[in-house]
Each structure stands twice: as C-alpha cells, then as structure tokens.
C-alpha cells in the first residue's frame, strides 16, 4: 500500500469514526439505552473510544507502509485529538442544531417554502 493511499483510507476512517456518536442512538452499535436516547457524556465516551481506535489503525498503517513506528510527543497527540474534534463537527451539528430545525419544518412547510407560486 503506498503512502498516499494509506493516508486517504486514515482520513476517511477518522471521518467517519469521529462522526459515529452522533449519528447513531445505540452505545457502540450494540445496545439501545433503556431511556431510548444517549446521553451526552455516552456519546462524548464513545467519541474518545473512537479516537482511540482511529490511533491504533493509524499506528498500523504506519508501521506496514513505513516498517517501523516514530515515537511521538505530546505535541502531536493533542494536534491530532483536535484535528479528530473538527472531523466530528458534521455530525455534532447535525445532532444538536440542523436536525431539530428540519423536524420542526415538517413536510407542509418544507413545500410552502420551496413550492413554485
């Protein structure tokens, strides 16, 4: 696998991943809550396990196309949770801002707005 395609495959997992907790109600794919939604902090858990699980499918990449794996400090550590905070920005907003206002429009409303008169 060359390192261009190693990289494009990291970024789409990491997209993907970091966005998961916010687009799904069960707790890691598994359970649903007996409440029927999860709270804040599951989803806040469940987003850390993925950066975790992002880290370790970066490391082995890394270490297949390179054969060895850098040590990194702190600098990058903290570079790269940022970065995994941007690529959830999608689906945190669609959580907590864009789905609401589209279930308050409904489809009548949705029509009226966009209807040809």
Same mark, same amino acid.
């Given at each position: 696998?060359?390192? =261009?395609?190693?990289?494009?495959? #990291?970024? #789409?997992?990491?997209?993907?991943? %970091?966005?998961?907790?916010?687009?799904?109600?069960?707790?890691?794919?598994?359970?649903?809550?007996?409440?029927?939604? *999860?709270?804040?902090?599951?989803? /806040? #858990?469940?987003?850390?396990?993925?950066?975790?699980?992002? %880290? %370790?499918?970066?490391?082995?990449?890394?270490?297949?196309?390179?054969?060895?794996?850098? &040590?990194?400090?702190?600098?990058?550590?903290? =570079?790269? /949770?940022?970065?995994?905070?941007?690529?959830?920005? &999608?689906?945190?907003?669609?959580? !907590?801002? /864009?789905? !609401?206002? #589209? !279930? *308050?429009?409904? &489809? *009548?409303?949705?029509?009226?707005?966009?209807?040809?008169?």
């Amino acid at each position: 696998m060359s390192e =261009t395609a190693a990289f494009l495959l #990291l970024m #789409l997992v990491a997209v993907v991943a %970091a966005n998961l907790p916010w687009l799904t109600e069960r707790v890691l794919f598994v359970r649903v809550p007996a409440t029927g939604r *999860k709270r804040e902090w599951i989803r /806040l #858990l469940e987003w850390g396990f993925f950066y975790v699980v992002v %880290a %370790a499918i970066a490391a082995g990449l890394e270490y297949r196309v390179t054969g060895d794996l850098y &040590p990194q400090d702190w600098e990058f550590w903290v =570079t790269t /949770l940022c970065l995994f905070m941007v690529f959830a920005l &999608p689906g945190f907003i669609w959580y !907590h801002d /864009l789905r !609401h206002h #589209l !279930h *308050k429009r409904g &489809p *009548k409303k949705r029509r009226a707005v966009s209807g040809g008169d």
